[in-house]
């Protein structure tokens, strides 16, 4: 019988890590090839994948135990395992671009160009698209596969822009009159709301810096938040959280902003296009039949929306490493993917995304409308959501710590620029 542990919220706690009498996967290996351990981020891929392992188990044999947190106990608990070099955990997910240089560094990835080139035909393994699977490789290798993917998009309120006589913002300046537009009608709804969380800040603020025409670091691999389009940058973000913004919008990440957009509390929601389902499902959203879905708002020097892919891996501690890669290659076929993209878990496989089976299934105005915005994000994405180094997580809170100065008015933008150029000119050089 498979196992599950959610903990979603909180401190990990030992009780809360008990298992049956099969045994507590936190200590000891899940038992045999017939029995693999998975942890999982709460994210909308966990919730679409999970109710499929039955099928999985049932066609298998293999017993799988779920563990699933929220995401930064996610990573505590994935990087405990992989630390201690435990065999209680055989596949996890993961996000190559965050962590990928530095778990492949330090041997925490199973490499996966041998099984892929082992893989049966039918699993099409040549089908993933370019950036997918390139995100899942780090120097070359593949370390993981692709599960998703996603980029920032602009969610607004249909029924209120209607109302109102506005249309979808296409630049930032319309953005930011829009907002103020919002703010002048009502007091009753928080014109936009996006992320404000220092570590997960970085990937809805990437497009405000890209669109100024700036890259993470330049040809010589040194910052550019010395340019001045950069604080720009930092301004029009920050304005935009700081005066049209929720209460509290500095803690703001995916599941807070999604929630206030699906209580009908928001204007505009300004996040990832996985949280379509969050905000459209009629059981938890009051304005499921009112959200349009535009791509994020061009810069002055263009649109620069930010694609990445979650991926998963392979421990490389596993002991049961051939039932893991037959789950890992079950998660990932064209069949399954088609059940996920489904669920509106936008599919990193080109056949699943132009398959009738899902583009007739998920035809109203709102998913066509999405589907438009995650082709986008795949064909002219950018797929570093922060400079790319060892010291990747690190480098994405020095933006995040100093954008959310900015924020609070604790610093000017330019303040906050020249802190984020002397932060990552030190993690960069790795100091």
């Known amino acids: 019988m498979r196992t599950r542990t959610r903990i979603l919220g909180g401190v990990l706690a030992a009780a809360a890590l008990a298992l049956p009498a099969c045994g507590n996967p936190t200590d000891a290996a899940s038992g045999g090839g017939n029995a693999i351990n998975l942890v999982m981020s709460n994210h909308p891929w966990q919730r679409g994948i999970e109710p499929l392992i039955d099928r999985f188990e049932q066609e298998s044999g293999i017993t799988v135990n779920v563990q699933t947190f929220a995401e930064q106990q996610t990573r505590d608990k994935i990087q405990l395992n992989l630390q201690s070099r435990s065999a209680a955990m055989d596949v996890y997910m993961t996000l190559p671009s965050r962590e990928g240089p530095v778990f492949a560094s330090s041997g925490y990835y199973e490499p996966l160009d041998d099984h892929l080139a082992k893989a049966p035909a039918e699993y099409e393994a040549a089908d993933f698209s370019r950036g997918a699977i390139e995100g899942m490789k780090v120097d070359g290798t593949t370390y993981a596969l692709p599960i998703n993917v996603e980029g920032p998009v602009l969610y607004y309120r249909t029924d209120l822009f209607e109302q109102w006589g506005l249309t979808p913002p296409k630049t930032v300046d319309e953005l930011m009159a829009t907002a103020a537009a919002v703010k002048s009608r009502t007091a009753d709804v928080t014109p936009i709301t996006l992320r404000g969380s220092s570590a997960a800040l970085p990937f809805t603020f990437g497009p405000f810096f890209h669109g100024a025409g700036l890259e993470w670091t330049d040809e010589q691999g040194l910052p550019t938040f010395d340019d001045p389009r950069a604080a720009e940058a930092i301004d029009q973000y920050a304005t935009l959280a700081r005066?049209?913004?929720?209460?509290?919008?500095?803690?703001?990440?995916?599941?807070?902003?999604?929630?206030?957009?699906?209580?009908?509390?928001?204007?505009?929601?300004?996040?990832?296009?996985?949280?379509?389902?969050?905000?459209?499902?009629?059981?938890?959203?009051t304005v499921a039949e009112h959200v349009g879905v535009a791509g994020v708002p061009a810069g002055s020097a263009g649109p620069a929306p930010t694609v990445l892919s979650w991926g998963i891996a392979m421990s490389p501690f596993s002991q049961n490493k051939d039932a893991a890669w037959r789950f890992m290659q079950w998660a990932t076929s064209p069949e399954t993917q088609l059940e996920l993209a489904k669920a509106d878990i936008a599919p990193p496989r080109k056949s699943v995304a132009e398959d009738p089976a899902y583009t007739d299934a998920r035809n109203t105005p709102t998913h066509q409308q999405w589907r438009a915005a995650v082709a986008d994000l795949q064909e002219n994405g950018n797929v570093e959501v922060g400079p790319v180094g060892a010291n990747a997580p690190a480098m994405r809170k020095t933006i995040g710590d100093a954008v959310g100065k900015a924020i609070l008015g604790e610093a000017t933008p330019e303040q906050a620029a020249a802190e984020i150029q002397t932060g990552l000119a030190s993690q960069l050089a790795g100091g």
């Open 243 to 285: 005066e049209y913004g929720p209460p509290g919008v500095i803690n703001y990440s995916f599941t807070e902003s999604s929630t206030l957009f699906a209580q009908g509390k928001a204007a505009m929601e300004l996040e990832s296009s996985n949280e379509l389902n969050s905000v459209i499902d009629p059981g938890s959203s």
